[in-house]
């Protein structure tokens, strides 16, 4: 797939809540491939770094640009929360919500939605009334939902955080399929051995700065800094 | 106590009988007040919503506003619509004083304040869980305020059943715009007033509680409807 967003150029962006800066100010630049996994402790910055870049949290200072206007950046890219958000309707209607909103008639997109739902291991389940899938399937929900519109770009939060071994397994499983299919990835994690299985790139954040950045294999093979040393070994870092 | 037993059995044979007079007001009760609901609901549900999604500088005395409102005097509203209506006020032209659509435009101003301030409450809880993804989503106002709307319709049932309690039962201000006139404007509140005041309290009381069967009949006719207490709904 070749993107229209990319190369995503950040300069000096930062996002306040009050007096106090939760993440930057930040210089980056993204690529349009790979698997971008951030991580860091508690209260480092990850989620604000990803809210910012997508632009759900409001810039305090700085700029985000990408190769092609914001509203259409916008369009080309989706976001994966910690906590799914999952609206009141069935698996079918929050699946075909997001095709609705393009102006796909109600039976393309529920026809979409309903080949989306079999990918992602929830075809039997359309008619179910969301809210009530346990945790597991409303994250498969949620990921299946912003795949959807197939973008180019997917920000994920943790998306594996509080489920078990087989549905993180599983949630990994189509993320290693929609980055090979050329959708770029930036997700957060707390989970080393999945920033291991998934990473091409790492960016490491303290205190809402990135600290360090780099190459998934350079950054595991050895850190250049002590407290991203650290935090590999499991160390507190602060 | 002799009243209420015979207030009980004049009820139930005006309803076995199919009393020519209560089903006229009846039907005429239920007209009014289901097209005051329905007029108040469209202003009301987008308005509270509107309320919910939007961040503008007068909101949250709007909101105040509308708080307050949900307390009006019907007798205020009815006097301020017959100011209106009469035939030396801005509209008498229209020549709707003493007609049902006087009386439903009464309601309306009634029981919009109240709907559009339920509506508000269970649009806000909604809105603050779906803030982030309908932002992420791209979506405009207008699409977030249906989605709202969509999602939120078993909340927002309980608001318009709200205003339909608080319409079906108004009695002061239909008095005043309708006045009760027989065959015409008389609805079972304003029958009820009449009959009381000529010492009828067995037919008052026996409109009464054909007022309060229809009231809690219509209650569940729309729970069951809308399915809302069906295990595995939300």
Redesign the interface.
């Known amino acids: 797939m070749v993107s229209k967003l990319f190369p995503l150029v950040v300069e000096g962006a930062s996002v306040r809540r009050g007096r106090k800066v939760l993440v930057g100010p930040v210089d980056l630049i993204q690529e349009g491939q790979g698997v971008t996994i951030v991580i860091g402790p508690n209260g480092a910055g990850k989620t604000s770094l990803l809210r910012m870049l997508h632009g759900i949290a409001r810039l305090g200072s700085g700029s985000i640009n990408w190769a092609c206007d914001d509203i259409e950046a916008r369009r080309r890219q989706a976001f994966v929360f910690q906590s799914p958000i999952i609206m009141r309707r069935s698996v079918l209607g929050n699946l075909a919500y997001p095709l609705r909103l393009t102006g796909m008639s109600r039976t393309d997109a529920n026809a979409r939605a309903t080949a989306a739902a079999h990918e992602v291991g929830l075809g039997d389940m359309l008619a179910r009334p969301a809210p009530f899938l346990s945790g597991g399937e409303r994250q498969k929900l949620a990921l299946a939902r912003a795949l959807i519109t197939k973008p180019e770009l997917l920000f994920l939060d943790e998306p594996c955080a509080s489920l078990d071994g087989r549905a993180t397994r599983e949630i990994e499983a189509i993320l290693i399929r929609t980055s090979a299919a050329g959708t770029r990835l930036i997700m957060s994690t707390h989970d080393m051995g999945q920033a291991r299985r998934l990473a091409t790139e790492v960016l490491f954040l303290l205190n809402g700065k990135i600290h360090e950045h780099g190459s998934a294999e350079q950054f595991f093979a050895g850190p250049e800094t002590a407290q991203a040393n650290a935090f590999l070994k499991g160390d507190i870092v602060e | 106590m002799i009243d209420i037993w015979s207030g009980l059995s004049q009820a139930f044979w005006l309803l076995v009988t199919l009393d020519a007079d209560l089903v006229e007001i009846t039907l005429r009760s239920l007209r009014v007040t289901m097209t005051a609901l329905v007029i108040a609901c469209a202003i009301a549900l987008p308005l509270g919503a509107f309320l919910a999604v939007r961040r503008f500088r007068a909101r949250r005395v709007t909101i105040a506003v509308l708080n307050a409102l949900m307390g009006l005097p019907p007798v205020v509203v009815g006097l301020i619509v017959y100011v209106f209506f009469s035939r030396s006020g801005p509209f008498g032209v229209l020549g709707l004083l003493f007609t049902p659509t006087a009386m439903i435009i009464a309601q309306v101003i009634i029981i919009t304040p109240l709907i559009a301030s339920i509506a508000h409450q269970a649009l806000r809880e ?1 809105w603050s ?2 803030h ?2 309908l ?5 405009t106002q207008r ?1 977030r305020i249906q ?1 709202l709307l969509w ?2 319709r078993r909340a927002l049932l309980t608001a318009a059943l709200a205003g339909f309690g608080r319409a079906i039962g108004e009695v002061g201000a239909i008095m005043v715009v309708g006045g009760n006139i027989d065959h015409h404007t008389r609805v079972l509140t304003t029958a009820i007033a009449l009959e009381t005041g000529k010492g009828d309290f067995a037919l008052a009381l026996g409109l009464g509680f054909v007022l309060i069967f229809m009231a809690i009949a219509v209650n569940l006719a729309i729970h069951y409807i809308s399915r809302t207490e069906q295990e ?3």
């Open positions: 909604l869980d779906y982030d993804l932002i992420s989503m791209n979506t699409q989605a999602d939120g595995g709904r939300w």
